[in-house]
């Protein structure tokens, strides 16, 4: 058959978007391959969201590239729109899908690749042929974002908010629990305003999961990144009670620093995100706390830093995406005087990465001995052995057979490894 590979460079939603693009290309018959394997197509879901993203999405169409130089490269994703709209073309794609038709890669390449339609059917698989076991799905509920970020182009290009009605989540959540997925992770641009502006008088963030929670099939639900000031309190005690919602959040930070936020029109302060992590931390004692951080944003003085690197020792993010600043176009921060020099930025991310890193070892280090709920999904290609993620978010490796991937296993905690840990199965 076919083969195809694919990546994600960007948020939760991209990576949902490239879950169904993959499931599209399953559908027409296509062998799913790592992207790291030569492959007949190769599909990269770029992100423009910093300069970094976007370079970082060229360098990935070119390495496809040169894995296979035969391969098909298709690329779509903002930053695909961006070159579209510019009047850009990139040598090494042969085929760019404008981001709006993404769901549709598999239609466009069929259609501009005939010879691939037809390969497909003479080598269709017969009926019956087992399908791969799975462990882990996003699911999209929401869409578009209201709260413009000074930093952020997202609100102009996906301004109105839109909730998919619940009982659409509720089948495709079946769907996927009868596909083989254990776990599920809801995402959404905006995703903590779930319901709120839908007009359905449909249930909210907490109500959606309350429901999903009653799928046959489906262990566990997980939410991804949510917004601080959309953490309802509904939401915090369903964490705390029922034993399918992972005890992890991913809400993001930006800055430490109450100047910085204001000036990234960001709706809260140093000192609501600090409440808001001790009330998360007195109600579900050990929850892990995912974060993303910007750092170098106009006007970052070493104080407003130095404030973030407070936020990140007392939180103990059990992992802090960081990223430095680069202007969007388009975007209020764009027109911003006092720019943060490159050389600044880099100095303090890797003054940042050490205070995360310390902080994080502080908040795994707890749960050496104890007993974790994991969901194996691979066998890691460096150490040999089996790995999965943990209800708390943490990377376990343990020793054990292929034959667990998608199932969920106890794994008793016993040392740190790299950036996540070691255990053995209870
Ligand atoms: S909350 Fe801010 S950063 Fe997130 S999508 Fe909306 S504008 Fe962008």
Not at 5 to 32: M, P, R
Not at 222 to 244: F, G, N, W, Y
Request: negative net charge; charged residues 25%; glycine residues 6%.
């Amino acid at each position: 058959m076919p083969t195809a590979a694919f990546t994600t460079l960007g948020c939760k939603v991209n990576q949902y978007e490239t879950q169904k693009i993959l499931e599209s290309f399953e559908a027409q018959g296509f062998e799913i391959v790592p992207f790291e394997s030569p492959a007949d197509v190769y599909v990269i879901n770029t992100c423009s969201v910093t300069q970094s993203a976007e370079a970082k999405s060229r360098q990935t169409i070119r390495r496809a590239s040169r894995r296979n130089p035969d391969a098909i490269v298709v690329m779509t994703g903002c930053y695909a729109q961006f070159t579209l709209r510019r009047g850009e073309r990139l040598q090494e794609a042969h085929l760019v899908v404008p981001n709006p038709e993404k769901l549709r890669t598999v239609e466009y390449l069929l259609e501009h690749f005939p010879q691939l339609k037809e390969r497909l059917e003479r080598e269709r698989p017969p009926e019956g042929t087992p399908v791969k076991r799975r462990s882990r799905a996003v699911l999209k509920v929401q869409d578009g974002c209201n709260v413009f970020c000074s930093f952020c182009s997202i609100p102009y290009t996906r301004p109105v908010l839109r909730s998919i009605p619940y009982q659409e989540v509720l089948e495709e959540a079946r769907a996927m629990a009868a596909d083989g997925y254990r776990e599920i992770v809801l995402t959404g641009v905006l995703i903590g305003d779930y319901g709120a502006h839908s007009g359905s008088g449909g249930p909210d963030l907490a109500g959606l999961c309350q429901i999903l929670t009653e799928i046959e099939g489906l262990e566990r639900i997980r939410i991804s990144s949510i917004e601080p000031t959309l953490i309802s309190d509904a939401l915090i005690e369903l964490i705390a009670e029922h034993p399918k919602m992972c005890h992890h959040l991913h809400i993001p930070l930006q800055s430490g620093d109450t100047g910085v936020l204001k000036a990234m029109n960001r709706p809260y302060d140093q000192a609501f995100y600090l409440d808001l992590c001790r009330r998360l931390r007195a109600r579900i004692p050990d929850i892990a706390i995912s974060t993303d951080i910007m750092v170098g944003f106009p006007d970052e003085d070493e104080g407003a830093f130095l404030n973030t690197c407070k936020v990140v020792e007392e939180v103990q993010f059990v992992r802090a995406h960081l990223f430095r600043y680069s202007p969007r176009p388009d975007t209020p921060a764009e027109a911003m005087d006092d720019h943060v020099p490159d050389t600044v930025k880099t100095e303090r991310i890797q003054r940042l990465q050490a205070v995360a890193k310390e902080a994080a070892k502080r908040y795994t280090l707890r749960f050496i001995g104890r007993t974790e709920r994991v969901l194996v999904e691979t066998r890691s290609k460096l150490s040999g052995l089996m790995a999965g993620t943990s209800d708390h978010y943490l990377q376990v490796e343990f020793a054990g057979s292929p034959s667990l991937v998608g199932q969920l296993v106890q794994v008793r905690i016993l040392d740190l490894s790299g950036e996540g840990v070691l255990g053995e199965i209870v």
